[in-house]
Structure formats: structure tokens, C-alpha cells
């Protein structure tokens, strides 16, 4: 059997406690039309709730969905390299596991990655974008004053 094509993208998603929130955010990719496309790596961090039950029901349905269980807790920065270092796309988006996607991002995203000419770097954490993916506003997290 040959190996499946490199995907353009893949999602890291790590996270903890999240069983609760995690369906919406993998349903919001998971029902694009092409979501057969991408890859999700989901690396839950030993959380004790239903998370890991939530990762198994979504990784026996879809074989692009894969999940990482960690034996006991790490760093949020070491539980996301983990799931970014399982990751096989060209790209990958984090992605919180209680964030969701709008209806036509995956369609759109795609479409901008597929057009470029060489390897390139988005970082949109921060940043709202336009249709093109150019930074319009630029967020800054709220910091406490001393």
C-alpha cells in the first residue's frame, strides 16, 4: 500500500482538561469540504477528564485525525512541540483546542498556502487578517501594570 500524499497542512493542537470543548473545535475542521485535505495532531496532555475519550471517537472515524497521549503532564510549551514534531504537512497551524474555525477558513487558508511559491512563515496568533492573509490589526495581549 503506498504512503498517503504529504499533507499541504497540518493542525497541532495540544491540550488539557478540554473535553468539553474539543468536539466543536475538530467538527469546525473536520466539516469543510476539504477537510480530507489536512491533518490533526491533538497531544493531550495526561488531562483526567473525557479528553482522551473525545481524541479515540474522533480518531476511529477519521483517518487524518491523530492523537498523542501523554503519560503525565508536561509544559504547554513541550505538549504543543510534540504534537507540531507528529505533524507530517508542509505547514502547521496551532490551534487551541477551544478555538473554532469559520465556515470557509480551511477552504481559504488552503488556497493561500497552495499559492506560494516558496516556504514562508504565518504567524496569526496576533493579528487579524484581510482576504489575503495581510495583517490589518495587530492584537497585544493585556498586561497587569506594576
Avoid at 491533538?42 to 477528564?49: F, G, L, P, R, V
Avoid at 498556502?113 to 504565518?122: A, C, M, S
Avoid at 482576504?131 to 501594570?145: E, I, Q, S
Amino acid at each position: 500500500m503506498p504512503d498517503a500524499p504529504r499533507p499541504l497542512l497540518s493542525f497541532a493542537i495540544p491540550t488539557y482538561q478540554h473535553g468539553h470543548a474539543l468536539p466543536q473545535a475538530l467538527e469546525s475542521i473536520l466539516t469543510s469540504p476539504r477537510a480530507a485535505e489536512v491533518e490533526i495532531v491533538i497531544s493531550n496532555n495526561a488531562s483526567t477528564d473525557d479528553t482522551a475519550e473525545v481524541i479515540e471517537r474522533f480518531t476511529s472515524r477519521y483517518a487524518n485525525v491523530r492523537g498523542l497521549n501523554q503519560a503525565s503532564t508536561v509544559t504547554f510549551d513541550e505538549n504543543l512541540a510534540r504534537a507540531m514534531d507528529a505533524c507530517t504537512g508542509r505547514y502547521i497551524w496551532t490551534m487551541s483546542s477551544d478555538d473554532v474555525l469559520t465556515e470557509d477558513a480551511l477552504s481559504h487558508v488552503l488556497d493561500v498556502l497552495g499559492g506560494l511559491e516558496r516556504d514562508t512563515i504565518l504567524l496569526g496568533n496576533w493579528w487579524i487578517a484581510d482576504g489575503d492573509l495581510r495583517p490589518t490589526h495587530l492584537r497585544r495581549a493585556v498586561h497587569a501594570r506594576s
